[in-house]
């Protein structure tokens, strides 16, 4: 199986080179790669101590941050090494100020394991909640290389559960521990003969508490508000939009609206501006200089750029998270839940148990269609102590749930 599996890597290698003709993103997965080694060799000196931390994407790169960050402290003298799988993780994150090299991870072959492990040489390595790449892990393992995973996730449809998975079954023999979300994840991965796991808990939690602790004011954004009631909608998809659309434009001129899309391509931002017949402007129109007095004049604020959404969303009165309409769901609820604002997200949440809890809990609810969500909105809006009952609940649902990271750093030796 293992011979397969090289054989496929091999021909996705030639695939994606093709795509990148036709693809932006293919076009970043593929020269991105083409840079790894000229920036380590940069960066990275042989005689340097490194950790490494692998991230597939952006997500987990957040849920990753929290540990990143303490194990710095507790190794000032090692240099961090981070790496992305996905062009959107690492566009967005190549300039942390948290690694000291931050590059793609080279697709896994045998060679570029070997190559990469050599170039870096880490005394510790850290996969962050998936991910499992069979030549890496098995050249860490023979190099007897700690190797952690951090936040993980397992689930039954997993090939680790199969019956042609044991080549995959044998690459988690690397890991010195699994560091795991939930009492279920620790159950599979125990049926399969691992008893070296733990329930930390998901580290995005502290991730997120921490967030209350650095300075979240956005004066054009408190310009906006005006002291209004406002909707803050975070990474909308169209499907979102066309029933957020039918909201706003039937609403009261009392109720402010912030929309931060998830794709913020000019024509697209230019369509949702159009379907909105109220008073609406954008970011990218100078709003920090030109148009900062007139900002309280407008009833929708919707947000062309990335990198903000956190703050805004500490003006929030109400949240809208999007992603709920489409596959794999919706997006992070977390950073409106911390600061204790209620939330309405898709039907579409099952794969994430933090909305699953909260939506139990009721501090998050569930729509699926335009009556539902008027319902929700407007409860909200108009029934101050339903708002604060439910943002209570999201708060205090948040920090009952961090100190995985701590957890995680009483391990690390």
């Not at 890496?136 to 936040?151: P, W």
């Not at 148009?291 to 407008?298: T, V």
């Not at 929030?316 to 839940?337: M, S």
Request: glycine share 6%; hydrophobic share 40%; aromatic share 12%.
């Amino acid at each position: 199986m293992l011979f397969l599996y090289n054989l496929i890597i091999l021909l996705a290698s030639q695939v994606v080179k093709l795509l990148a003709l036709f693809s932006l993103k293919m076009k970043l997965f593929v020269n991105g790669r083409k840079e790894v080694f000229s920036i380590l060799q940069s960066k990275i000196n042989p005689n340097d101590k490194t950790i490494w931390f692998h991230a597939a994407s952006l997500g987990e790169y957040e849920q990753g941050l929290p540990v990143i960050e303490k194990i710095k402290e507790k190794f000032p003298n090692h240099k961090i090494v981070v790496t992305f799988f996905s062009p959107s993780g690492y566009e967005v994150r190549k300039n942390n100020i948290v690694a000291d090299a931050t590059v793609y991870l080279p697709l896994d072959t045998k060679s570029n394991a070997q190559k990469f492990i050599k170039t870096i040489n880490p005394e510790l390595v850290f996969f962050i909640k998936y991910e499992y790449w069979p030549n890496y892990l098995n050249e860490l393992k023979k190099l007897q290389i700690k190797t952690y995973l951090i936040s993980g996730i397992f689930r039954e449809n997993q090939a680790f559960f199969k019956w042609y998975g044991g080549f995959y079954k044998n690459a988690l023999k690397t890991f010195e521990y699994f560091f795991v979300q939930n009492e279920s994840s620790k159950k599979l991965i125990q049926s399969i003969g691992f008893n070296n796991v733990k329930v930390s808990g998901d580290t995005r939690f502290d991730r997120v508490v921490s967030i209350l602790e650095r300075g979240n004011s956005l004066d054009f954004i408190e310009n906006f508000k005006d002291n209004k009631t406002t909707i803050v909608i975070g990474s909308s998809w169209p499907k979102d939009e066309n029933l957020l659309v039918e909201y706003i434009n039937k609403s009261s001129a009392e109720i402010k609206f912030i929309i931060a899309p998830h794709n913020i391509k000019a024509e697209q931002i230019h369509e949702l501006k159009k379907s909105i017949t109220k008073k609406t402007m954008l970011f990218s129109e100078n709003v920090e200089t030109r148009h900062a007095l007139s900002l309280h004049e407008n009833n929708v604020f919707i947000i062309d750029t990335i990198g903000i959404l956190t703050k805004i969303y500490s003006y929030a009165d109400i949240a809208y998270v999007g992603g709920g309409f489409g596959n794999p769901g919706v997006h992070n609820i977390l950073e409106p839940a911390t600061f204790g604002v209620p939330i309405v997200i898709g039907p579409n949440y099952s794969h994430f148990a933090e909305a699953t809890a909260l939506v139990h809990q009721e501090g998050c609810i569930s729509i699926s269609n335009q009556n539902e969500l008027n319902e929700a909105f407007n409860n909200l809006i108009f029934n101050e102590d339903i708002r604060h009952e439910k943002g209570h609940i999201c708060s205090t649902f948040v920090q009952m749930n961090k100190g995985a990271t701590d957890i995680i750093l009483k391990h690390i030796s």
